[in-house]
C-alpha cells in the first residue's frame, strides 16, 4: 500500500494534520452539567443518583434484567466469573487472541485458562475450538463439567467480542449448554453491537462492559456486571460493596467483599456518554464506510461486520498480507504522526500465561501477525 495515501486519506477524516490517535473520547453532550451537579451536591463519591441512572441505562441497552456498576471492566470480569462459580484450580474456557485483563480475570479467581482457538471471520472465541476440546476433554459429572485429563473441573466459558466484532454467539452457547458450563461473555468492547438483534453482553450468564477512556464511551475508568439473574444481580452488588448488610450504623459485612464500587462522579461522566451511544456508533459506521471503500481500491482487506450481527466498531482494522507488511504499516504510519496499532500479542506468549494449556491456535497466530488498528474515533 501507498502509505502517503493512508496518511492523507485519515487526516482528510479528521480535518487534520495534526498527530492522530487510534481512540480519543469526546465530550460534546451532559458532561459537564452531569459532572458539576455530583460536585454541587458533594455526592461525588460511592453513592450517588447517577450510579443508580447509569445502571437502569446499561439494563436497558443490554437489555437485561439488572446491571451492577463496577469500578472498572477487570473487576466486572473477576466478580462476574467468581458469581459463575469459578473456584481455585478451575479451568476457564478463553481466547488467547484478547486483551490481557481477560485472562488476568480468570487468574485473580486462582483458576487456569485455558486458551482455545478462535474463528478466522470473527476475531474471538470459535465455538467449533471449544466442541473438539470438550470432546477430546471434557467430561460431565454431578456437579459439573470436568477436564478427564487434567482433573479439574471447567467452570466457565470466557469469549470476547474483539473490537466489538460479535463472536458466534448461538453455536458457542449451544456447545457450552450441553456440556453444562455457564458462559460469560467479556463485551467490554462491544456495548451497543448486536447478535441477530440481541446486544452482546445479554447471552452468558454474566455479560462485562468496561468503560475505561479508550473505550466507545468512558467513564473515565468504569465497569458493568449485566445478568438476567435478579438473584446473582442482587449478590454482585453485594459482593462489590465490600459485602456490607443493610443496617443503619452497624458494621456487618457477612463475606469477603470488594470496593469495586464506582464512584458517582464517573457515573455522571458516562451516564452523559451513553446518552450518545447511538450517535457515537452511527459516525464509527459512517467512517467504516469510507474506510471499506478506501481499501477496497487499495485491494487491502478492511474489516467488516458478519451478516446477522451489527458493530459498534469501536476500533477498525485492516488485515494485511503478513508480518512483514504489518510491521511496514505499523513504522511508517506512526512515524508519519497517524497512529495504528497491532492486535495483541497472544497471552501463552506473555511469562504469566506461557504454561498454560493451548490448543492449536491456528487461526489466532494468523490474526496476530496481520491484524492492524487503525485510527477510529468519531468524527462527524
Ligand atoms: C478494556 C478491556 C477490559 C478491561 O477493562 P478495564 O475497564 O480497562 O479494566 C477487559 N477486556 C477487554 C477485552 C478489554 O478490551
Redesign the pocket.
Known amino acids: 500500500m501507498n502509505i502517503d495515501q493512508f496518511v492523507k486519506f485519515v487526516q482528510e477524516q479528521y480535518k487534520t494534520t495534526d498527530f492522530i490517535p487510534l481512540h480519543v473520547p469526546r465530550f460534546q453532550g451532559n458532561e459537564k452539567k452531569y459532572v458539576m451537579e455530583t460536585i454541587d451536591s458533594t455526592f461525588v463519591s460511592s453513592v450517588g443518583a447517577y450510579v443508580d441512572k447509569f445502571e437502569q441505562m446499561i439494563a436497558e441497552i443490554s437489555r437485561t434484567e439488572q446491571a451492577v456498576a463496577v469500578v472498572?471492566?477487570?473487576a466486572a470480569?473477576q466478580v462476574a466469573l467468581r458469581l459463575a462459580g469459578v473456584k481455585t484450580g478451575d479451568e476457564v474456557l478463553t481466547q488467547a487472541l484478547?486483551?490481557v485483563?481477560?485472562a488476568n480475570a480468570i487468574a485473580y479467581n486462582h483458576a487456569h485458562p485455558v486458551f482455545l482457538d478462535v474463528d478466522l471471520d470473527t476475531m474471538g472465541l470459535s465455538p467449533k475450538s471449544v466442541e473438539i476440546f470438550l470432546e477430546e476433554y471434557g467430561e460431565i459429572r454431578e456437579d459439573g463439567c470436568y477436564n478427564k485429563k487434567s482433573g479439574n473441573r471447567i467452570a466457565a466459558c470466557l469469549p470476547?467480542h474483539t473490537f466489538g466484532f460479535p463472536v458466534h454467539l448461538n453455536e458457542l452457547v449451544e456447545v457450552c449448554n450441553k456440556w453444562s458450563i455457564p458462559v460469560v461473555e467479556?463485551a467490554?468492547?462491544s456495548i451497543g453491537s448486536t447478535y441477530h438483534g440481541k446486544p452482546t453482553g445479554s447471552f452468558g450468564q454474566f455479560g462485562i462492559y468496561?468503560?475505561?477512556g479508550n473505550?466507545i464511551v468512558t467513564a473515565g475508568?468504569g465497569?458493568a456486571i449485566v445478568t438476567d439473574d435478579k438473584q446473582l444481580g442482587d449478590f454482585a452488588k453485594h459482593l462489590t460493596t465490600t459485602a456490607k448488610k443493610p443496617h443503619k450504623y452497624e458494621y456487618v459485612h457477612d463475606e469477603l467483599g470488594h470496593n469495586y464500587r464506582m464512584p458517582n462522579l464517573n457515573a455522571a461522566l458516562i451516564c452523559a456518554q451513553l446518552e450518545q451511544l447511538d450517535s457515537f456508533i452511527q459516525s464509527k459506521r459512517n467512517l467504516a464506510v469510507k474506510y471499506k471503500a478506501f481499501f477496497k481500491e487499495k485491494g487491502i482487506k478492511f474489516r467488516t461486520e458478519n451478516p446477522d450481527t451489527k458493530v459498534n466498531y469501536w476500533l477498525m482494522c485492516v488485515e494485511l498480507n503478513d508480518r512483514k507488511e504489518r510491521n511496514q504499516l505499523l513504522n511508517e504510519t506512526n512515524e508519519k504522526g497517524v497512529m495504528t496499532r497491532p492486535i495483541w500479542k497472544l497471552m501463552y506468549k506473555l511469562p504469566m500465561y506461557e504454561h498454560c494449556f493451548r490448543d492449536e491456535q491456528t487461526n489466532a497466530e494468523y490474526l496476530e501477525d496481520r491484524i492492524v488498528n487503525i485510527p477510529s474515533s468519531c468524527n462527524g
Open positions: 472498572n471492566g477487570t470480569l484478547t486483551f485483563a481477560t470476547m467479556d467490554a468492547e468496561s468503560f475505561n473505550k475508568g465497569g
